[in-house]
């Protein structure tokens, strides 16, 4: 692979974590399902500060689920003045996989005085299908 289309690959692998967070907190589940390859998996500790216990879930229409479990808790999506502020970005892009690894920030009370409510990294792996970017997992640590 040339650096060009290793710059292309880290370019776009970066902006589908950017995007994933933007749906998550303003986006449709059809956008962020959109994003998530189909057997997806994620990985997530316990978050005691947010009530939210230790999840697995795996394929996309799990994700979706939880993801919808997480709207109804009001934890994040549209209205909820919740972000995810994603840092620290690291791609290494291989011709159809790659993995990344990102730091999060984890906000509420957005429309006031945001609140940093938690923070940990990402750890992404992602496949290229038909030409197009997808994340395939996600492992979710705090520190």
Same mark, same amino acid.
């Given at each position: ?56 879930? &795996?394929? *996309? ?8 479990? *997480? ?10 003045? &919740? ?27 957005? *429309? ?25 997992? *996600? ?5």
């Amino acid at each position: 692979m040339d650096l060009l289309e290793r710059a292309a690959h880290v370019v776009l692998i970066s902006d589908l974590v950017a995007r994933l967070a933007q749906a998550a907190d303003l986006g449709t589940l059809e956008e962020y399902g959109a994003l998530l390859a189909e057997d997806f998996t994620w990985e997530m500790p316990a978050s005691p500060d947010i009530d939210l216990p230790a999840q697995v879930r &795996t394929g *996309r229409e799990s994700a979706l689920i939880g993801a919808q479990e *997480r709207r109804d808790a009001g934890i994040q999506g549209p209205g909820t003045g &919740t972000f995810h502020v994603i840092t620290t970005v690291s791609v290494d892009p291989g011709p159809d996989e790659a993995t990344s690894m990102a730091y999060w920030h984890y906000y509420t009370h957005g *429309r006031e005085m945001p609140v940093l409510q938690s923070m940990g990294v990402y750890r992404d792996r992602f496949v290229r299908i038909d030409g197009t970017w997808l994340i395939a997992s *996600r492992q979710i640590s705090r520190p």
